[in-house]
């Protein structure tokens, strides 16, 4: 029998070096290893100030990965490689904590600050200004974080402040938490006390990978964090976006620590702890107004949500002499701010017609102060959002509000449903036109098909029409459009036809000779394209290139209109849901008498006529335009390509035969990557057309 090893021959897996040398140079390599990915670690989460690339990182992972799993001696709990990995728990262990994890007094207005700064002048016989260390309250979950000689060996909740869950296991899959902490002057015993959050860009990517998947969306970040936390499962605390900011010290032995809260703060930071770039020492009562104002200024803009400002006495010294009442420091109290999230009833449901025919359910409600205003209004989204809420008229729900943003009923409190609560059903037709809603399959927004003759979608009906690449009526600009639809001279783009030289010039600002110019150019406009006529209309996703490509396959505006789902899925770029806007258009009487009426007034276009194009360089051949090109437009590349005889669509496939990609092109580049379609950047592009006779002028 041959000594030649098998491919299919398991390794031998020695757990330790051969020789003495071996080891004491893996020992070193682990080390460093260890010092480089824990370094990373804290520049990129702490820090926000990568320095290490990705590759790099994942080649130093990957090697000490290599390392632990050939020799599981050098595994230990603080590597790098083992923030998940651990086995699904059965239930949360308690954890007493030996210093309790008190609450905090809250004010909620000026006043109730003075007061608080009052009674600490009085209490330490102090005559001038305390010095405050300010910090955002962050909206998420306390928890304490128990090191061992610099190893994170506990982790648990804050619970009734006694006693809290060991969530240790989850605790180590959130990234900005050291599993050892840097450096070499921490004490053998230190317990750091923090909030863990999402922050608005995690969770809003989480809800929306949630949605897709039909599943139950959290109601706010701060719920996100806390059912992220208590998962059995570390592996899918993993997967969500967490981060965690230490506050406090719960107690330290060994060593010696700042005799200020702040500065203890930012030993933390040093020892690998990720601090609130927002934190700041103010002096006396005044200070820590001016600062809660400047916070509530860029509330809404800060990465995550707070929901107040915790003002501490800076001193250590002097928060021991003031110490506990109750179960709040004396030293310590949280600004809030306007509450974001309040209950209130469900009267009724109107629907609204966007400018864009989108019809959205509006939910009136009995008014109450929540986010700082009186709120008495709140969007309800669509017919998708409605049934996952449940809610009904009549339903107690809770509104929440932060800052700009529109007031939402985030969820339905069903214990105080009314017997006599009625379900809320969707309009069949507009509310405002009485024109067919279609809703297409797969979309969540349902829409008026009147746009031609709804009110509330006819200003932007209008200036589309007169666009350049549609109309192109000169002179007919938004603030116009506007003033005529305001002043009940036009309902529609077919009145723009009969406006008269007297009517315009009863309109503020328009002279005689702009109005002559206004007329004459609309005039103009009646000689046209039958593909500037089709763009023109407004139709949904009907852009300029499939314009073209419908006109290109039909000719004649009849034969269009006529044509059936099985017709319209023959045009290139036309899939199901641009065949069914189409099919919706063209069968709503409202639509076609607009049409209708253009038409007798004169508006007219070249007879098509079938050219041969079998001949043309690129006839057969479909491609796609994505991106910014810096010596022409999209549509002008669109024209271009049509002028050779190419068909353009909207979409790569695996039948497309080039993308054009100018800069900043995505997710289309991407795909004609993975498909391998062949792509050309601008100035292949430009070589190309150069090839077959068309020059640019850029």
Known sequence: MSDQPSLFDEPENDSSPSTDADASALTDEVQQLHQALNQANYQYYV???????????????????????????????????????????????????????LSLDNAFDAQDMRDFNRRIRDRVKQSGDVRYACEPKLDGIAVSLLYENGLLVRAATRGDGAVGENITQNIRTVPSIPLKLLGKDYPGILEVRGEVY??????????????????????????????????LDPKITAARPLEFCCYSLGRAEGG?????HSEILNQFSKWGFKI?????????????????????????????EIDGIVFKVDDINLQQQLGFVSRAPRWAIAHKFPAQEEMTLLKDVEFQVGRTGAITPVARLEPVFVGGVTVSNATLHNMDE????????????????????????????????????????????????????????????????????????????IKHFASRKAMDIDGLGDKLVEQLVDEHLIESFLDLYSLSLDSLLKLERMGEKSAKNLLAAIEASKQTTLAKFLYALGIREVGVATAQNLVSHFLDLKVLVKADLDALLEVDDVGPIVAKHLLSFFAEPHNQKIIDGLLNIGITWPVIEKKDTSELPLAGQTFVVTGTLASMGRDQAKDYLQRLGAKVAGSVSAKTHGLVAGEKAGSKLKKAQDLDVPVLDEGAFLQMLAEHGIQHAS
């Open 47 to 101: 820090l926000d100030d990568p320095q290490l690339p990705d590759a790099e990182y994942d080649r130093l992972f990957h090697r000490l990965k290599d390392i632990e799993t050939q020799y599981p001696d050098f595994l230990t709990p603080d590597s790098p490689t083992q923030r998940v990995g651990a086995q699904a728990l059965s239930h949360f262990e308690q954890v007493t904590h030996d210093v309790p994890m």
């Open 276 to 304: 609130n770039p927002e934190m700041s020492v103010v002096q006396g009562i005044d200070g820590c107004l001016e600062y809660y104002n400047q916070l509530a200024e860029k509330r809404n803009d800060l990465a995550y």
């Open 256 to 260: 010696s620590l700042p005799s200020t």
């Open 198 to 231: 999402m922050p608005k860009k995690g969770f809003n990517a989480f809800n929306e990978k949630a949605l897709a998947r039909d599943e139950k969306l959290f109601v706010n970040p701060r719920n996100a964090a806390a059912g992220s936390l208590r998962q």
């Open 386 to 461: 409605i049934a996952r809420l449940g809610v009904k008229v009549g339903d107690t729900v809770v509104i929440r509000r932060a800052g700009d943003v529109i007031p939402q009923i985030v969820n339905v409190v069903e214990a105080k449903r009314p017997a006599n609560a009625k379900d809320i059903v969707f309009p069949s037709t507009c509310p405002v036109c009485d024109s067919h809603i279609e809703r297409i399959e797969g979309e969540a927004v349902s829409r008026c098909s009147g746009g031609l003759v709804c009110a509330a979608q006819r200003k932007e009906a």
